[in-house]
């Protein structure tokens, strides 16, 4: 109710503006102890997944929090759970301004954002400082990248370096190699790349886990646009380097359903409805191949009930949103959870409720 009537004027001004006001805003009001009257009540759906419990199997994606530095006000929307970043392992300004660019029509967007973000040392620090929504059994992931300005032959140093400044404060870790913002990132889903990648990750986590004592599940999140002749290659892949899960998908470069539509022509990632269909394909071709080897988080345009579940019946276990959140408000969260519960998507195990395997 309250973003019903926010929307018309957080949507008159510039995109990124918006956004930032958006999230001054929710988080006065949440260090007000108000933040929860802007969220409908979301009742409870747990389920399992890499091994973690999650009050329900609604997230929030990555990029909406990229400094970890609003985790508990966003916590106050329902979500089961929150990633946060891209973190990369020093500070760095991101893409000049404007990079955010709202179709209205196309119910769209299209960053350009760049990592933006205040470096591994600050997201630590501010995951801390906050632990309302972790006390709440929420769950935690932290999404790790590299420097723009590193050479990509020097990529694994830098998911490394974040892999063990983020270790100890993550419940799971996400490696994004499919953001089209950073100059060649998404080449490290090629065969040989990704193998170099996740070896030298699996012997990092190693290490880590025996520091710590505990076994921090690993995510990969991976574009749209791969051709689906690959994608059950990487999915292979992923399993055999023993990574946790696998979130599909990122935002695209196409652009086919936007012609003639204002700001069609901006370079970035596209995400909203035009992505709905291909990430939901994306996820049934992974499902298909997988057999329940991985579980999938599924994401890109979930923009209603009906866009989670459809989500979940191609073979996720998980769901996030971001642009869905722009457009409809923090009702989607709720909407998400209650189409879940009665499509009967989360099957019940003799263990209590589970997340479906595809
Ligand atoms: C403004 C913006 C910034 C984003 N930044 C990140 C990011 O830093 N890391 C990441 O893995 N994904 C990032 N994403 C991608 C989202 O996490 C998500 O995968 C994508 O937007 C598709 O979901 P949606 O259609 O629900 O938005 C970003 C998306 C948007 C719109």
Same mark, same amino acid.
């Given at each position: 109710?309250?973003? *019903?009537?926010?929307?018309?004027?957080?949507?008159?001004?510039?995109?990124?503006?918006?956004?930032?006001?958006?999230?001054?805003?929710?988080?006065?009001?949440? &260090?007000?102890?108000?933040?929860?009257?802007?969220?409908?009540?979301?009742?409870?759906?747990?389920?399992?997944?890499?091994?973690?419990?999650?009050?329900?199997?609604?997230?929030?994606?990555?990029?909406? &929090?990229?400094?970890?530095?609003?985790?508990?006000?966003?916590?106050?929307?329902?979500?089961?759970?929150?990633?946060?970043?891209?973190?990369?392992?020093?500070?760095?300004?991101?893409?000049?301004?404007?990079?955010?660019?709202?179709?209205?029509?196309?119910?769209?967007?299209? /960053?350009?954002?760049?990592?933006? /973000?205040?470096?591994?040392?600050?997201?630590?620090? /501010?995951?801390?400082?906050?632990?309302?929504?972790?006390?709440?059994?929420?769950?935690?992931?932290?999404?790790?990248?590299?420097?723009?300005?590193?050479?990509?032959?020097?990529?694994?140093?830098?998911?490394? *370096?974040?892999?063990?400044?983020?270790?100890?404060?993550?419940?799971?870790?996400?490696?994004?190699?499919?953001?089209?913002?950073?100059?060649?990132?998404?080449?490290?889903?090629?065969?040989?790349?990704?193998?170099?990648?996740? *070896?030298?990750?699996?012997?990092?986590?190693?290490?880590?886990?025996?520091?710590?004592?505990?076994?921090?599940?690993?995510?990969?999140?991976?574009?749209?646009?791969?051709?689906?002749?690959?994608?059950?290659?990487?999915?292979?892949?992923?399993?055999?380097?023993?990574?946790?899960?696998?979130?599909?998908? /990122?935002?695209?470069?196409?652009?086919?359903?936007?012609?003639?539509?204002?700001?069609?022509?901006?370079?970035?990632?596209?995400?909203?409805?035009?992505?709905?269909?291909?990430?939901?394909?994306?996820?049934?071709?992974?499902?298909?191949?997988?057999?329940?080897?991985?579980?999938?988080?599924?994401?890109?345009?979930?923009?209603?009930?009906?866009?989670?579940?459809?989500?979940?019946?191609?073979?996720?276990?998980?769901?996030?949103?971001?642009?869905?959140?722009?457009?409809?408000?923090?009702?989607?969260?709720?909407?998400?959870?209650?189409?879940?519960?009665?499509?009967?998507?989360?099957?019940?195990?003799?263990?209590?409720?589970?997340?479906?395997?595809?």
């Amino acid at each position: 109710m309250l973003y *019903t009537l926010a929307r018309p004027v957080l949507f008159s001004l510039d995109a990124e503006l918006a956004h930032e006001l958006t999230l001054t805003a929710l988080q006065r009001g949440h &260090d007000l102890g108000i933040a929860r009257w802007v969220a409908k009540h979301v009742s409870p759906l747990p389920v399992s997944v890499m091994g973690l419990n999650f009050p329900n199997p609604v997230g929030l994606a990555a990029g909406l &929090d990229k400094t970890a530095a609003h985790i508990d006000a966003l916590g106050s929307l329902g979500f089961g759970f929150i990633e946060a970043g891209t973190v990369t392992p020093r500070p760095q300004p991101g893409h000049a301004k404007p990079r955010m660019f709202r179709l209205v029509q196309a119910q769209a967007l299209i /960053n350009r954002m760049g990592f933006n /973000n205040q470096g591994a040392d600050q997201f630590v620090d /501010n995951v801390h400082q906050q632990r309302a929504f972790r006390d709440r059994g929420g769950i935690l992931g932290l999404n790790i990248g590299k420097n723009g300005d590193t050479p990509i032959e020097r990529a694994l140093e830098d998911y490394r *370096t974040c892999l063990r400044r983020v270790y100890d404060a993550a419940d799971y870790v996400a490696v994004n190699v499919s953001s089209p913002n950073t100059k060649e990132l998404r080449s490290l889903q090629s065969a040989r790349q990704l193998d170099g990648l996740l *070896t030298g990750l699996t012997d990092e986590r190693k290490r880590l886990e025996d520091r710590h004592e505990k076994r921090v599940p690993i995510a990969v999140k991976i574009a749209p646009d791969l051709a689906d002749e690959s994608i059950p290659e990487i999915a292979d892949q992923l399993v055999e380097h023993e990574m946790d899960a696998v979130i599909a998908t /990122n935002t695209t470069l196409a652009r086919d359903q936007l012609r003639g539509q204002k700001y069609a022509d901006e370079s970035g990632g596209l995400s909203g409805k035009p992505l709905t269909e291909r990430a939901t394909q994306v996820v049934h071709l992974l499902a298909r191949h997988l057999r329940g080897a991985l579980p999938i988080i599924g994401v890109g345009g979930i923009m209603s009930g009906v866009d989670a579940v459809e989500k979940m019946q191609a073979g996720a276990s998980l769901v996030q949103l971001y642009t869905g959140l722009i457009y409809s408000g923090p009702q989607l969260v709720a909407e998400c959870v209650e189409a879940i519960r009665k499509s009967e998507c989360v099957a019940l195990s003799p263990r209590g409720p589970t997340s479906q395997r595809a």
